[in-house]
């Protein structure tokens, strides 16, 4: 089970009004529970990947409240934060070279890093436009849920 996987059934979990999910595979196992505050965490896993369902959209007819920005070094900047636990990695092997440097410029579907969570390889996105200015984590360090990985000046 992929990332893409896990989004779709929490995304289901929203639209449907699920508290509870589980599912088990062969030697994967994922269970997820919706919390008060109507986010999604694993329940008692060991190796669990946590995560934050986005807020639900606004009824029709009513105006959507403007987001809140994102928590960054400077207002211009966004930060590009991990979408899971895992171990970052800058480059798809050793011998390959980093996704993105310093100064880089991203486009939205721009591979800047993976996270291997599960001994799964997962890409993350840009998912804005802008060039790299911090790159925030170590090589092959772990990271955490909603950590700022690299700071992008948008353009």
Do not use: W
Not at 11 to 29: G, H, P, T, V
Not at 87 to 100: G, H, K, M
């Amino acid at each position: 089970m992929d990332l893409k996987d896990i989004k779709a059934i929490i995304d289901l979990m929203r639209k449907n009004a699920i508290s509870e999910f589980e599912m088990e595979r062969q030697d994967f196992k994922i269970k997820l529970k919706r919390g008060a505050s109507g986010g999604i965490a694993p329940v008692d896993e060991p190796n669990a990947v946590p995560y934050a369902l986005p807020p639900a959209a606004p009824a029709p007819g009513l105006p959507a409240a403007a987001p809140a920005p994102a928590a960054a070094a400077s207002p211009s900047l966004l930060e590009i934060k991990s979408p899971m636990i895992g171990t970052f990695y800058r480059a798809p092997s050793p011998e390959s070279p980093n996704y993105v440097e310093i100064g880089a410029e991203v486009m939205p579907e721009t591979v800047v890093c993976l996270i291997e969570a599960m001994k799964v390889m997962n890409e993350i996105k840009a998912e804005a436009k802008g060039v790299v200015t911090h790159i925030l984590v170590e090589n092959a360090k772990p990271v955490e849920f909603g950590q700022p990985m690299f700071r992008i000046r948008p353009n």
